[in-house]
């Protein structure tokens, strides 16, 4: 038997929400990764390693990344609630670390904010593409 297709939202109800989870993923991601450089270059102590690598290595995920969330690709954003799931782990790891409590918990949230947001942007706009084409 097969399964009843449900209706599309009306293109009215998607376009805020597309807007709203567009902007709040770059904002998002933007947050990310100076919440990254502001902690690596300025905050935490690395005993001896080079900041500038040590952020390097954790921005390269977010680079690969940076022109699609730029331009709005919802692949991209998809992409990216796969990449977060580092940067989650890495946050609860570094919350239970004496000292790192509060960028470890930050570092989790901002993750997982971006997540959601990324996730509802890539289902809202392939819901909207497929209105626009008829479906």
Same mark, same amino acid.
């Given at each position: 038997? &097969?399964?009843?297709?449900? *209706?599309? *939202?009306? =293109?009215?109800? =998607?376009?805020?929400?597309?807007?709203?989870?567009? @902007? #709040?993923?770059?904002? !998002?991601?933007?947050?990310?990764?100076?919440?990254?450089?502001? %902690?690596?270059?300025? #905050?935490?102590?690395?005993?001896?390693?080079?900041? %500038?690598?040590? !952020?390097?290595?954790?921005? /390269?995920?977010?680079?690969?990344?940076?022109?699609?969330?730029?331009?709005?690709?919802?692949?991209?954003?998809? @992409?990216?609630?796969? /990449?977060?799931?580092?940067?989650?782990?890495?946050? /609860? /790891?570094?919350?239970?670390?004496?000292?790192?409590?509060?960028?470890? @918990?930050?570092?989790?949230?901002?993750? #997982?904010?971006?997540?959601?947001?990324?996730?509802?942007?890539?289902?809202?706009?392939?819901?909207?593409?497929?209105?626009? &084409?008829?479906?």
């Amino acid at each position: 038997m &097969a399964r009843k297709n449900k *209706p599309l *939202p009306a =293109l009215d109800w =998607l376009e805020p929400r597309l807007r709203l989870s567009r @902007w #709040l993923s770059l904002a !998002l991601f933007v947050a990310l990764i100076g919440l990254l450089a502001v %902690w690596y270059l300025l #905050l935490v102590d690395l005993h001896g390693a080079r900041p %500038w690598v040590i !952020l390097g290595v954790h921005l /390269v995920p977010l680079a690969i990344l940076a022109p699609g969330m730029l331009l709005g690709n919802a692949r991209v954003h998809a @992409w990216a609630c796969y /990449v977060l799931n580092l940067y989650f782990i890495q946050g /609860v /790891v570094t919350a239970f670390q004496p000292g790192r409590e509060l960028f470890g @918990w930050l570092e989790a949230g901002v993750s #997982l904010a971006l997540f959601c947001s990324a996730l509802l942007y890539t289902r809202w706009r392939f819901q909207y593409d497929r209105k626009l &084409a008829g479906e």
